[in-house]
């Protein structure tokens, strides 16, 4: 649970105070319901959330009807209702948080994944590059040495010529 996000677990943590409040009172009749609703100080202090933490989460909570609050003399008290039992036995906002978290490291393992793809492509352009360049420089200089290689052979032919014409004539003498 270290990954999780405080907002996720300060949600179930609030949840999980409210449900235990109720806990004991499921099967016993004439509660008096108003006597187990909590305080934002009282849900601090047991869940251990600094107050203005609470109110915030409170106020989430609220939005979504996992809670609800009841005023009295301007207090307000604070009950968990069935959709939050059902959050908190439900996990929901553990799960959420999990979500996230491997949303998180999913998006970062692809970015660098793509990062190191173009890095390679990159460098392989690169290397190639200069294997083209040295290979292109090696091509010229054998283009060189074959205009030499050819610029004998044409001299020796010429030579191989006048030879044989000088022997021919010599033949026939």
Do not use: C
């Not at 059902?86 to 994944?113: A, T």
């Amino acid at each position: 649970m270290w990954y999780l996000k405080k907002k996720f677990k300060n949600r179930h943590k609030i949840l999980e105070v409210l449900v235990k409040q109720l806990a004991p009172h499921y099967e016993t009749e004439n509660v008096n319901i108003y006597d187990e609703l909590l305080l934002i100080n009282d849900i601090s202090n047991t869940s251990k959330i600094a107050k203005q933490k609470v109110i915030g989460q409170i106020d989430y909570l609220l939005h979504y009807k996992e809670i609800s609050v009841l005023w009295s003399e301007g207090v307000p008290k604070y009950n968990v209702t069935a959709k939050g039992t059902i959050s908190y036995y439900d996990e929901k906002y553990l799960d959420q948080g999990g979500k996230i978290f491997r949303q998180y490291w999913w998006e970062l393992i692809k970015g660098s994944i793509s990062l190191i793809a173009i890095i390679i492509s990159v460098s392989t352009f690169v290397v190639n590059m200069i294997s083209t360049s040295k290979n292109n420089q090696g091509i010229e200089e054998i283009k060189t040495e074959l205009h030499v290689i050819k610029k004998e052979i044409q001299l020796q032919k010429t030579n191989l010529k006048q030879v044989s014409q000088k022997t021919t004539k010599i033949s026939n003498k």
